[in-house]
């Protein structure tokens, strides 16, 4: 089902552009009063292992697995 990125947790497998990933750490940081919070996602792609880091809006929809 759709879920905000800021909602994901350690080890949660979601979906974005068509990729499978699982999160490995996710930090989310708010930023000034009229920015938006944006989330450090550490992920693994689960198609080839490898690691990568994402900066997202927290509030950016993904599917959750």
């Given at each position: 089902?759709?879920?905000?990125i800021q909602e ?37 792609d689960l198609k ?18």
């Open positions: 089902h759709m879920t905000e994901l947790k350690k080890g949660d497998v979601f979906v974005i552009d068509n990729e499978t990933y699982r999160v490995k750490n996710i930090e989310v940081s708010k930023i000034g009063k009229h920015g938006r919070a944006k989330v450090r996602l550490e992920v693994v080839n292992n490898e690691e990568k880091v994402m900066i997202r809006i927290s509030t950016e929809k993904v599917e959750r697995k």
